[in-house]
């Protein structure tokens, strides 16, 4: 039956997690140099458009139509947004359509995510044509095993992901590293230095995602609820635990707090408690959060020393944080919180751990080997890098002939 007050609270989440990707444009715009924010900012705004329209003709339906091939895909029955209307789907509170928008919004901020990995590099129009290409054969099929109707990760192997750290994190960390090897570094890494022009954007653009992450996993409780209350407060909780143990790490390292390191903390925070938003109490989320930050911190160290150019840090932060997130669910999941998730390690089902641990060495494995495949035929084809001369050049005036800032 349909109830108009979590048709409203899902909504208002659709709405907050929308505003995540500009967020996060602004979040990796202030990052790069001054004469490719614009570019930064137009990859992600982009994909607002093109992502929702895949999404709508086929991405939806790929995802969560009825099983088609044993938990590996959905169907076409929903095609072009068929049968995706006003009521409400068997079990749900509602509207269809709700339903779909918000599951829109994860289909296209998770792309946006891998742009961090290939900033200052990549060719626009290869770039976007790869993400549609990826939507179809990548994110659809990922997102079916995970929370589709009788897919293989959710309804079969029994993980839990109540928001995304897999299907989004982990998936968007490995499409990453795929194209970074395709790719490679940009030119003068780890050779000159490259610091964000603009840490003000940066932290604009951070506390947009924190705040749009409520939408993202008090949202996935799809009702305005108790568990929809428990998702927004370790949310938050951990997101506060990892700003803190980042800067206190970096502080004791490198001898100073840094705003950038605050920024990232907040995000590696929130990364992690995206798999167990729903599954956990609070004083687990601070632990979670916690180590999120020690070891997401520990992730950007690990990249300087071997020396793949990870630009904005999509691996250090999305793949660490969403792998750790997601194993710490079978350790801390209750039913005391959500009785339809299932017991962890602490609660007396070490199995869940295991069960955690396939889910992520299988969305590692689908989404590097993958994009690796798509990647390869896109590059091979119209070429996903710029020139040299562009790359030294800066993308917003090679690419799309503006500039960020124009000074008198």
Avoid at 67 to 78: E, K, Q, R, T, W
Avoid at 278 to 288: E, Q, R, T, Y
Avoid at 297 to 326: E, R
Wanted: net charge negative; proline share 4%; hydrophobic share 55%.
């Amino acid at each position: 039956m349909l109830d108009t007050g979590d048709t409203a609270f899902v909504l208002v989440s659709s709405a907050m997690v929308m505003l995540m990707t500009p967020g996060l444009a602004l979040f990796y715009g202030g990052m790069v140099r001054a004469k490719n924010v614009l570019s930064m900012l137009l990859q992600n705004f982009f994909l607002l458009g093109v992502a929702s329209v895949v999404w709508a003709l086929v991405g939806y339906s790929l995802a969560f139509g009825t099983d088609a091939f044993g938990g590996l895909i959905g169907n076409l029955d929903h095609i072009g947004l068929t049968g995706v209307g006003q009521e409400p789907t068997e079990g749900s509170t509602i509207p269809h359509l709700a339903f779909m928008i918000f599951q829109a919004m994860f289909a296209i901020i998770t792309p946006a995510l891998v742009t961090g990995a290939l900033a200052e590099r990549a060719k626009f129009g290869a770039l976007m044509l790869f993400f549609v290409i990826w939507q179809i054969f990548i994110y659809s099929p990922a997102a079916h095993w995970v929370w589709g109707p009788d897919g293989w990760i959710g309804s079969k192997l029994g993980a839990l992901d109540f928001a995304g750290g897999t299907v989004v994190h982990i998936l968007s960390a490995s499409t990453a590293a795929a194209l970074i090897v395709i790719v490679g570094p940009r030119i003068g890494n780890q050779e000159q230095a490259m610091p964000p022009h603009s840490l003000p954007l940066t932290v604009l653009g951070a506390g947009l995602l924190w705040f749009g992450w409520f939408g993202f996993n008090a949202g996935s409780a799809l009702a305005a609820n108790g568990l929809a209350a428990s998702a927004f407060v370790v949310t938050h909780l951990a997101a506060a635990a990892a700003t803190v143990a980042w800067v206190a790490a970096e502080w004791l390292h490198q001898g100073r707090p840094t705003m950038l390191g605050g920024a990232s903390g907040c995000i590696a925070g929130l990364v992690a408690i995206t798999p167990a938003a729903g599954f956990v109490g609070p004083m687990p989320a601070l632990i979670i959060g916690l180590l999120a930050g020690l070891a997401c911190y520990g992730g950007i160290l690990l990249k300087n020393k071997l020396g793949y150019d990870d630009s904005l840090d999509v691996i250090g932060i999305h793949g660490i944080g969403g792998t750790l997130g997601a194993i710490l669910t079978g350790v801390f999941a209750t039913t005391a919180v959500n009785p339809d998730g299932a017991d962890g390690l602490f609660s007396g089902n070490p199995g869940l751990v295991g069960a955690q641990i396939v889910a992520v060495l299988a969305t590692i494995a689908f989404g590097f080997l993958g994009s690796l495949v798509l990647g390869f035929i896109v590059h091979k084809t119209i070429g996903l890098r710029v020139s040299p001369d562009h790359e030294i050049i800066g993308l917003d005036k090679t690419e799309h002939a503006e500039s960020g800032y124009d000074m008198l």
